[in-house]
């Protein structure tokens, strides 16, 4: 095990965050190494047959296992209160493998309507030509999700806050929804990370993350993660991976094993930040609605503090006079960058209609809530006075 496992059940989260995983080798490297190596070289002929039939614990290959992956992978099942993890090339395999790993044909996934747009494409293009239907519920509407499970249904599935309206269900709840009828509750943690909300512990059977965004944490690398037990997670979505092939390169684990360590002290500063520029955007006459869960007229506010811990580092706002004007605060910002990406040190700025959600019905992105006039912004770590600045002359437009 890692060279904290002792220490591990009593340890913070922070110490997890900076030493679990690391088991040094002979060189006494201080850093984790990356092993940049696809295969794995044996003592003899026999070890070799006795890894293959899987009497000897080892690595054989890297698309099977890799240190440096595996690092990775147990530092953050650490810090999601998880059995075991499996890392993956992106987000989406990650939700991919854990579908295939878990579902078969005939089989329902019940989900929350606001996601991600490539899961909803996974799910109503791929997913259903391989017999797998999805039903959509409102995220927050615990009734409905209720309602909607039926005899096949066998996978809940939701992001929690919801992208960009940061919509929150209560997980608790609907984790006990799930378990009352035999369906597994798989709760995507990308915008709050670990350090923010631990699903397992609310109930979830299942964590996905995009490493890509916050677990990175600077925009390098794409890659993504399962965490949960040992049977579903371990050798259910594992056997996927490892014989479909969507695993994670050892250099991207080590980006993303060096960006956990800082993980806690970034999110709570996105937070911060998040919390300020929310509180003055709401004092605009510019801005017509202003999304944040610490915000007191948030819907789900009561939930900020017990299920997730802070805000978050995503804020959305409405602005008068629709598309026009929202390109228009776009356009005019000068430091902020144009991009749909988030969880990046770099702040960011995104028009949902015309990107992230430019691919829905205009009735689908009306019933998701997503007006014309509506700008995401995932805060980054700059001075936040510097943000506000470039907000400031983004909104002088109007
Ligand atoms: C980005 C993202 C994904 C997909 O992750 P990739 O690493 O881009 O494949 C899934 N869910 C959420 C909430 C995301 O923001």
């Not at 579902?103 to 996974?122: E, N, V």
């Not at 039903?135 to 806050?161: G, K, M, Q």
Request: net charge negative; hydrophobic share 40%.
């Amino acid at each position: 095990m890692s060279e904290l496992s002792d220490l591990d059940l009593d340890a913070g989260f922070a110490t997890r965050a900076i030493r679990t995983g690391h088991r040094r080798t002979p060189e006494g490297e201080h850093s984790e190494p990356v092993f940049a190596t696809s295969s794995f070289v044996f003592q003899s002929a026999a070890e070799a047959a006795a890894r293959f039939a899987g009497d000897l614990e080892g690595n054989i290959y890297s698309r099977f296992t890799n240190p440096t992956v595996r690092a990775f992978e147990e530092r953050l099942a650490s810090l999601e209160g998880g059995d075991c993890c499996v890392a993956t090339a992106s987000g989406m395999a990650a939700i991919l493998a854990t579908c295939m790993g878990l579902l078969k044909a005939g089989d329902r996934i019940l989900s929350s309507r606001s996601l991600f747009g490539s899961t909803t494409m996974l799910f109503n293009k791929y997913l259903a030509r391989f017999g797998i239907e999805t039903h959509y519920v409102p995220l927050s509407d615990l009734d409905a999700w209720e309602a909607a499970i039926d005899a096949r249904t066998r996978l809940l599935f939701c992001e929690t806050p919801s992208n960009p309206l940061t919509e929150m269900v209560d997980l608790r709840r609907l984790a006990e929804i799930a378990h009352r009828r035999g369906c597994l509750l798989v709760v995507d943690n990308c915008f709050c990370t670990p350090a923010l909300q631990r699903p397992l512990e609310l109930g979830a059977d299942i964590v996905i993350h995009s490493a890509t965004k916050y677990l990175d944490g600077q925009g390098r690398c794409v890659g993504g993660a399962v965490v949960g037990d040992r049977k579903q997670v371990g050798e259910e979505v594992y056997g996927v991976l490892r014989t479909a092939g969507p695993t994670m390169s050892p250099f991207n684990a080590w980006v993303f094993l060096k960006g956990l360590e800082t993980l806690e002290l970034r999110m709570l500063a996105h937070s911060g930040a998040a919390a300020q520029l929310a509180e003055w955007l709401l004092t605009l006459p510019a801005v017509e609605r202003v999304f944040y869960p610490g915000l007191a007229g948030h819907p789900q506010h009561a939930l900020v503090g017990d299920q997730q811990r802070t805000g978050g580092g995503i804020v959305a706002f409405q602005v008068r006079g629709g598309q026009d004007a929202a390109w228009r605060v776009v356009d005019a910002t000068r430091m902020i960058s144009i991009t749909a990406n988030l969880g990046d040190a770099k702040t960011t700025i995104t028009h949902p209609a015309t990107t992230t959600h430019g691919r829905l019905t205009p009735e689908d992105r009306a019933k998701a809530g997503i007006s014309d006039g509506l700008l995401r912004v995932a805060v980054g770590l700059e001075d936040v006075q510097d943000i506000q600045k470039d907000l400031a002359r983004g909104l002088s437009a109007l």
